[in-house]
């Protein structure tokens, strides 16, 4: 449990406007929301965090079923879609097992950020479970860290606000050895961006179900 208390301890412990993840853009992912790429309909959000997403397709009208591991961040998604007026089943869950959902397939899965979190060894489960709860055209979006970063010395990071927890950097061919059984990237996406600390590039992709 140690990796859901790293996250419960930086949602309990951290102001809500210092936690850097929640002022990344997102542009990419708003466009194809907008443009109707993304489709209205069954949509899952795995780390949802504060919520964010999961209430900007919600009120778009998709049906959102959002999990993240932090009871804390799910609480304050709650407070948010509340805010909103809109209805998101929320799941205080580990996404690398999704048991609870039963067989639901979701048209749409969100990942904007959390697969680069995941322990190495729980990587392909946590793609096995995106498979098992999707069909056929269904689409995935999915951002995480890119090994373009500049600078970068090894596979993974260790970020200060996290602790001792590594977070990956993947390279296309790394998604593809992780999701290519199930999936084909449709559209991608680069974003060059300067965090705070470091400059962290991040890639995005657009997957559709095979
Ligand atoms: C970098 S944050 C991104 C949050 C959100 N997607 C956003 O864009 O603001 C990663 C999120 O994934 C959650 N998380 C990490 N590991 C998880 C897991 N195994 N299952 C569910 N959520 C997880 C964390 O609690 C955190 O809220």
């Not at 949802?48 to 049906?63: D, F, I, S, V």
């Not at 990942?111 to 995935?140: M, P, V, W």
């Not at 373009?148 to 970020?159: A, G, L, V």
Request: charged residues 30%.
């Amino acid at each position: 449990m140690v990796h859901k208390n790293v996250w419960e301890r930086i949602y309990k412990d951290v102001p809500l406007g210092r936690i850097p993840w929640r002022t990344a853009s997102a542009t990419w992912f708003y466009q194809l929301v907008d443009n109707g790429t993304i489709p209205v309909g069954t949509t899952l959000e795995l780390g949802c965090g504060t919520g964010e997403k999961a209430a900007y397709l919600a009120e778009k009208g998709c049906k959102v079923v959002a999990v993240d591991i932090s009871q804390t961040a799910v609480k304050h998604a709650r407070s948010l879609a509340k805010q909103a007026r809109v209805e998101i089943d929320f799941y205080a869950k580990d996404a690398t097992d999704l048991s609870f959902l039963k067989n639901r397939k979701f048209d749409f899965v969100l990942d904007f950020a959390n697969l680069h979190g995941i322990a190495r060894k729980k990587q392909q489960t946590y793609a096995g479970e995106i498979a098992k709860h999707t069909q056929t055209s269904s689409l995935f979006f999915l951002r995480c860290f890119s090994k373009r970063t500049p600078n970068r010395k090894k596979d993974y990071f260790i970020d200060q606000l996290v602790g001792s927890w590594k977070i990956w950097y993947f390279s296309e061919k790394d998604i593809l050895a992780l999701f290519g059984s199930d999936f084909k990237v449709v559209k991608r996406h680069k974003e060059d961006y300067k965090a705070p600390v470091v400059d962290i590039y991040f890639d995005e992709y657009l997957m559709e179900r095979l």
